[in-house]
């Protein structure tokens, strides 16, 4: 089966990839036969299928081959946003402001997609995150935190605006606000996100956005006490 091509940019294995995926052919072959099927060298397919594997596009394993991967925008954005901050980590501020617009954005049909099972993982990750607040040894919810933003715009089906919001908890991460530990600060956190989630699942978007808004402008207004060499 031949598919037409368009006129862009794509490197000829781009292409094949892009193929394989109309076809629906998740397995790709060996180097050799790809290097025959598409002309090129041999040095020239294993550099194009590591920018592919980079991109998210392909996963490479030893013992089960090559295969196409279920589109992620994360990838591309994460090593590109990763690039800029590694040069300018001012830029990690700019990034954290497309995020927000972005959330509030899609704040209003992202909620109204949730479901009763989302409803009950939301009221699950407070009571987790409050449990880890509340306890003798305490930990910082932060796979928690991460998990409740990302799940409450995970019904949007739309991988541009998850890949964005996805990269923006990686960057977080490696700005090393995940280890900030001020108890009376994440508690308040947690506060706003508890209130959040009620709002949600009573059907209050007004009150859910307010919620939202309040709890970013806390983390805004916070001081940054992380030095930047943790993101060097």
């Known amino acids: 089966m031949t598919i037409k091509r368009s006129k862009?940019?794509?490197?000829?294995?781009?292409?094949?990839?892009?193929?394989?995926?109309?076809?629906g052919k998740p397995h790709l072959p060996a180097l050799e036969q790809l290097r025959v099927e598409l002309g090129l060298s041999l040095s020239t397919?294993?550099?194009?299928?590591?920018?592919?594997?980079?991109?998210?596009?392909?996963?490479?394993?030893?013992?089960?081959?090559?295969?196409?991967?279920?589109?992620?925008?994360?990838?591309?954005?994460?090593?590109?946003?990763?690039?800029?901050?590694?040069?300018?980590?001012s830029l990690f501020t700019q990034y954290a402001d497309l995020r927000n617009h972005l959330e509030s954005a899609y704040w209003v049909q992202s909620v109204s997609l949730?479901?009763?099972?989302?409803?009950?993982?939301?009221?699950?990750?407070?009571?987790?995150?409050?449990?880890?607040?509340?306890s003798r040894q305490i930990s910082i919810p932060h796979r928690e935190h991460r998990e409740l933003h990302l799940l409450l715009y995970s019904r949007l089906?739309?991988?541009?605006?998850?890949?964005?919001?996805?990269?923006?908890?990686?960057?977080?991460e490696a700005k090393g606000l995940a280890i900030y530990a001020d108890l009376s600060y994440l508690k308040e956190v947690w506060h706003y996100h508890e209130e959040l989630v009620n709002a949600v699942i009573r059907g209050d978007h007004e009150v859910g956005y307010k919620m939202l808004s309040e709890h970013r402008n806390m983390l805004m207004q916070r001081k940054q006490l992380v030095p930047s060499q943790l993101f060097e």
């Open 8 to 23: 862009d940019t794509h490197s000829p294995f781009i292409h094949y990839l892009i193929e394989q995926n109309l076809i």
């Open 45 to 89: 397919v294993r550099e194009q299928l590591e920018v592919a594997r980079v991109l998210g596009f392909v996963e490479v394993k030893p013992k089960t081959g090559t295969r196409l991967k279920e589109y992620s925008f994360t990838p591309a954005v994460l090593n590109s946003a990763s690039y800029a901050i590694e040069i300018e980590p």
């Open 114 to 134: 949730l479901t009763p099972m989302d409803y009950h993982r939301l009221q699950e990750l407070v009571s987790i995150a409050q449990g880890k607040l509340s």
């Open 157 to 172: 089906n739309n991988p541009f605006v998850y890949g964005i919001l996805e990269t923006y908890w990686e960057l977080y």
